[in-house]
Nanobody
Framework: QVWLVESGGGLVQAGGSLRLSCAPS????????MGWFRQAPGREREFVAS????????DYADSVKGRFTMSRDNAKNTLFLQMSNVKPEDTAVYYC??????????????????WGQGTQVTVSS
């Protein structure tokens, strides 16, 4: 069963921008800590960003800090990841995830219980 649906992935040139979106599917949306992860071929899934329910705590992986911006619209139950100045090493399947926490960010995949199916982002050099 699909709990979250990501969209916005695609092919982009290095230095370009892309915005990913994530929304709940088939269930009542909740406002909890959300996260973005990514997985490149042959690599483990890695943390990208996390935001708590109120949006006053956001953490980013060092590899994307200063280039990616995570935001959420609780009224529309939508999560966003604005990717700027993308690099070929950003190529991966990007996943959004929902935790059962709400006050703090969650940096580890095991802290999330609902996942989307992912959206492919490919950055050409």
């Amino acid at each position: 069963q699909v709990w979250l649906v990501e969209s916005g992935g695609g092919l982009v040139q290095a230095g370009g921008s892309l915005r990913l979106s994530c929304a709940p599917s088939g269930r009542t949306p909740r406002s909890y800590t959300m996260g973005w992860f990514r997985q490149a071929p042959g690599r483990e899934r890695e943390f990208v960003a996390s935001m708590n329910r109120d949006g006053d705590q956001i953490d980013y992986a060092d590899s994307v800090k200063g280039r990616f911006t995570m935001s959420r619209d609780n009224a529309k139950n939508t999560l966003f990841l604005q990717m700027s100045n993308v690099k070929p090493e950003d190529t991966a399947v990007y996943y959004c995830a929902e935790s059962t926490s709400w006050g703090n960010t969650v940096l580890h995949a095991r802290g999330y219980v609902y996942w989307g199916q992912g959206t492919q982002v490919t950055v050409s050099s």
